[in-house]
């Protein structure tokens, strides 16, 4: 990444040596731009500075990049939110504050998630190695999370006591990965999804293990979707 800084001084080579002085960097490795030269004015009065541009490279992380980001992206929402990055793994997680969270989760997370997906594309776009974003606020997505648990449970329950399928309503893919995984091992049941994007639902169906009940082939492949 290239950045750079503008430095005075009493002449071009002046501004040029306080620049590197303060980059902590040699002559070869910037470049320089003379934007004012030096002018010494008549008898010593009204003289001006010499004006110096020196670009130089600039390595950012990945954590910073989605600091930076996220930082000019709530800025143009209008919206009062801090992003706290931290990196582990190759894994960079961030934690949202600010005064109304409620703005950053949206309707069931379609906000956050929102954010964390075009974090994601913009961070990895044309990088080397891609690396995953995860962001959360006000621990929404621990909370979200056992409630889908809860919810799967509960229907699963009513699926089996009553022997019919029960479809829930539209979810995402992360979240319906979390109703499959949570009702994997459970008996009498079976999980698959149907519909498009963004309208896809899961179906919690009975299944009798070894009766007439048994789902279908079709059923048990959609099951793997997600």
Same mark, same amino acid.
């Not at 989605?66 to 997680?93: C, H, N, Q, W, Y």
């Not at 964390?116 to 990895?124: A, E, G, P, S």
């Given at each position: ?133 995860? +962001?959360? #606020? *006000?621990?929404? %997505? ?13 229907? =699963? $329950? ?35 999804? +149907?519909? #498009? *994007?963004?309208? %896809? ?13 048994? =789902? $279908? ?10």
């Amino acid at each position: 990444m290239l950045k750079s800084i503008e430095v005075s001084g009493k002449s071009e080579d002046d501004a040029i040596q306080k620049a590197l002085d303060q980059l902590g960097l040699l002559r070869d490795e910037v470049s320089v731009e003379i934007v004012e030269r030096a002018k010494a004015g008549f008898l010593g009065l009204k003289s001006s500075p010499a004006v110096v541009r020196v670009s130089y490279e600039f390595d950012v992380s990945h954590s910073e990049r989605v600091e930076s980001f996220l930082t000019g992206l709530f800025l143009r929402m209008g919206v009062k939110a801090k992003p706290e990055v931290s990196e582990e793994d190759g894994v960079i997680s961030v934690n949202l504050t600010g005064e109304d969270p409620g703005v950053l989760i949206g309707r069931r997370g379609e906000t956050l998630d929102a954010i964390q997906h075009l974090t994601n594309y913009v961070i990895n776009s044309g990088a080397s190695g891609r690396v995953r974003v995860n +962001i959360d #606020t *006000e621990n929404y %997505r621990e909370r979200r999370n056992e409630a889908l648990e809860h919810l799967a449970e509960k229907v =699963a $329950s009513k699926v089996v006591k009553y022997r019919r399928n029960m479809t829930l309503e539209p979810m995402n893919s992360y979240e319906r990965h979390i109703i499959h995984t949570a009702l994997q091992e459970t008996e009498n049941i079976t999980t698959y999804s +149907i519909g #498009t *994007e963004p309208n %896809r639902r899961i179906v919690v169906a009975y299944e009798r293990k070894g009766g007439a009940e048994t =789902a $279908s082939p079709a059923a048990k492949e959609w099951n793997r979707e997600i």
